[in-house]
C-alpha cells in the first residue's frame, strides 16, 4: 500500500483563528463555571436556609400569641400583619384556620388590605401598641394612583433580592374612623409616606361610607397620640399553585392553627445576577475573539513560514535542476558526435564546446556555494576601512573585455568614500551587480555608476525587464532577456544577501527601461 505524502499547502489564517477562539471560549466558560459553582452552591444553600429560618419566624410568631387564652381582635390583625408582612417579603402566600376556645373558627390570609397601628396610652402612662384593619377594601382605590404606586417600597430584608417581592405603600393617617371593637378603620386623611426622599408628600382625603359605629379618632388627640399603617398583600385573583396544609401542635396552646402555604417565590441564581452574568458572557466572548488573535496570527505566521520554505526549497530545486540541464544535455549531445565520429572535421568544435559548457556548469556551481555563503548569517565578518572608488575601478578593470565586446561605456566619476566593512563580502557583492548591468544592458548603452557617503547607484539600460523587479533578488530568478545570456539568476541574490550581512540595503528599480541598483549605505 502507497502512502502519499501530504503536501505543504498555503495557510488560512480564518481556520487557526476559529479554533483558537472555541478553544479559549471553552477555557474562559470552563474558568468561569469552576469560579460560579461554589458562589452558585452557597447562594442556594443560603436561600434554603433562608426560607427554613422565615418559616420558622412565622410559626413561633403564631405560637406565642395564640399561646394566651384569650385572643384579641388587635393580636387577630397583628397576626394578620405578619403573614402580609412575610408574603411581601418571599412571595409566599398564607392561610391560617385559628380554633381554640372562640366561638368560630378564624381564618387569616396574605390577601391585600390595610392595617394601621397605633399608640393608646395606658393608665401607667405607657403605650399600648394595638392594630386596625381597614374595614372595606374599596377604600384602596385612592391608594391606587401612579404617583402613590412610584413611593411604593419593599421591605428591607438581611438577606435581599433573594425572593420576588410585592411592594409596600406606607402612610399615616391623621384622621380616621375607628371601631375599636371588631378592630376596623376607615381612613379619612392619610399622607403617604415619602421614602424615596424626594422632599414630597402626597395627602389622600377618603370619602367614608357607612361609618355607623364607628369613633371619629384625630391624629395627637389624648385617646391615640400617633399612628402608622401599610397597605400591602396579594389580589386574591393571584392565588394560583399547589398549597400544603402545615399542622402545628403543642400542648402549650390555648388555640390550635393550621397553615396553608404556597411555595415561596424564590429568585433564582440566574435571575438575581442576570447582569452580572450576562456582562460576564459578553466580555469573555468578546475577550475569546480579540485574544484568539494572538495564538492564530502565531500559528499562521508559522505555517506561512514553512510553506514559504517548502516554496523557496521547491522553486530552487526546479530552477537549478533547468539550468543544469540544458548545458548538461549540450555536453552529452558533443560527446555523442566525438564517439560516433559524427564530423570528424569538427573533434576540436566539439572539444571547445564541451569545455564551454564545463566551464557554465562550474560557474554555476560555483555561484551556488557563493549563495549558499551569502545566506549563512553566521559567517565570520571582518571589518576594515575601505574606498568604494577603489573597489569599483578593480571591478570596471576586470571586466573590460566583456565592456568592449558588448560596445558598453561606463560613466563613473570617482569620488573618493570611505566605509568600514568586510573588502570580500562588499567586492562581491558590488561585483555581481555591476557584471548584472554589464551583461544585460543593451548594446551600445551606457552605465551609470554614482556613489556617495549615503547611496551607490547603478543605472543601465536593459532590453527588457520583468514588472517584478523585487523577485529578482530571489535566487534563480531572470528577466525575460536573461535567458541564454549566461546567466546563473544568482547575482541580485548573491548581492541582496552580502549586502544584508554588512548592515546595507539593496534596492531595486524599474523606470521604464532603466534598470535601477540602489546600496543603502545609511
Not at 176 to 188: C, K, S, T
Not at 412 to 427: A, E, H, P, Q, Y
Request: hydrophobic share 40%; charged share 30%.
Amino acid at each position: 500500500m502507497k502512502v502519499r505524502k501530504a503536501s505543504i499547502k498555503r495557510p488560512k489564517f480564518f481556520l487557526p483563528y476559529f479554533i483558537s477562539a472555541i478553544l479559549l471560549l471553552i477555557l474562559s466558560a470552563g474558568a468561569a463555571v469552576i469560579y460560579v459553582m461554589p458562589k452558585y452552591y452557597e447562594y442556594e444553600y443560603d436561600l434554603e436556609t433562608d426560607m427554613y429560618s422565615r418559616e420558622e419566624e412565622l410559626f413561633t410568631s403564631f405560637k406565642e400569641r395564640l399561646s394566651e387564652e384569650e385572643l384579641t381582635i388587635s393580636e387577630i390583625n397583628y397576626q394578620r400583619s405578619e403573614l402580609i408582612k412575610h408574603y411581601c417579603e418571599t412571595g409566599q402566600r398564607c392561610e391560617v384556620e385559628i380554633a381554640g376556645n372562640v366561638e368560630n373558627r378564624i381564618k387569616l390570609d396574605s390577601s391585600r388590605t390595610a392595617i394601621l397601628i397605633y399608640y393608646q396610652k395606658a393608665p401607667d402612662d405607657e403605650y399600648d401598641i394595638r392594630f386596625l384593619r381597614l374595614a372595606d377594601n374599596k377604600y384602596l382605590k385612592y391608594f391606587d394612583t401612579p404617583e402613590i404606586k412610584a413611593k411604593a417600597y419593599y421591605e428591607n430584608t438581611s438577606f435581599p433580592a433573594t425572593y420576588e417581592r410585592d411592594s409596600i405603600i406606607a402612610f399615616t393617617c391623621s384622621k380616621y374612623y375607628a371601631d375599636f371593637e371588631n378592630g376596623l378603620f376607615i381612613p379619612l386623611e392619610a399622607e403617604i409616606v415619602n421614602w424615596h426622599g424626594d422632599g414630597t408628600g402626597i395627602i389622600v382625603k377618603i370619602d367614608a361610607e357607612n361609618t355607623e359605629g364607628f369613633t371619629y379618632v384625630e391624629e395627637n388627640s389624648a385617646l391615640i397620640p400617633y399612628t402608622q399603617a401599610t397597605i400591602a398583600g396579594h389580589e386574591a385573583k393571584d392565588v394560583e399553585g399547589d398549597i400544603e396544609w402545615h399542622t402545628e401542635e403543642n400542648g402549650n396552646l390555648y388555640h390550635a392553627f393550621e397553615f396553608k402555604m404556597s411555595p415561596m417565590k424564590e429568585i433564582h441564581f440566574y435571575d438575581n445576577f442576570k447582569y452580572k452574568i450576562d456582562f460576564a458572557i459578553v466580555l469573555i466572548c468578546c475577550g475569546a475573539f480579540i485574544f484568539a488573535f494572538i495564538p492564530a496570527t502565531i500559528i499562521y505566521n508559522t505555517r506561512k513560514r514553512r510553506y514559504e520554505i517548502f516554496e523557496y526549497r521547491r522553486k530552487t530545486v526546479d530552477a537549478m535542476a533547468h539550468d543544469l540541464k540544458t548545458p548538461m544535455a549540450a555536453i552529452s549531445a558533443y560527446a555523442e558526435n566525438l564517439s560516433n565520429n559524427i564530423a570528424t572535421d569538427k573533434k576540436e568544435y566539439y572539444a571547445g564546446k564541451i569545455e564551454d559548457k564545463v566551464a557554465q556548469m562550474n560557474k554555476m556551481v560555483n555561484d551556488i556555494l557563493e549563495f549558499s555563503k551569502s545566506e549563512n548569517s553566521s559567517a565570520v565578518i571582518k571589518k576594515e576601512e575601505i574606498d568604494i572608488a577603489d573597489v569599483i575601478e578593480n571591478i570596471i578593470s576586470d571586466n573590460d573585455h566583456l565592456i568592449a565586446e558588448r560596445g558598453l561605456k561606463i560613466n563613473f566619476g570617482k569620488k573618493s568614500v570611505k566605509v568600514k566593512t568586510d573588502i570580500n563580502l562588499f567586492r562581491m557583492a558590488v561585483a555581481n551587480l555591476i557584471n548584472n548591468a554589464i551583461l544585460y544592458s543593451k548594446e551600445g548603452t551606457s552605465i551609470d555608476i554614482t556613489c556617495d557617503e549615503k547611496d551607490l547607484i547603478i543605472i543601465n539600460i536593459s532590453e527588457d525587464i520583468s514588472d517584478e523587479v523585487s523577485d529578482l533578488k530571489n535566487p534563480f530568478v531572470k528577466g525575460s532577456a536573461s535567458r541564454g545570456k549566461g546567466g546563473t539568476g544568482l547575482g541580485l541574490a548573491i548581492a541582496n544577501n552580502n549586502l544584508a550581512m554588512l548592515g546595507f540595503k539593496l534596492d531595486i528599480q524599474k523606470d521604464n527601461d532603466k534598470f535601477i541598483a540602489t546600496v543603502k549605505l545609511k
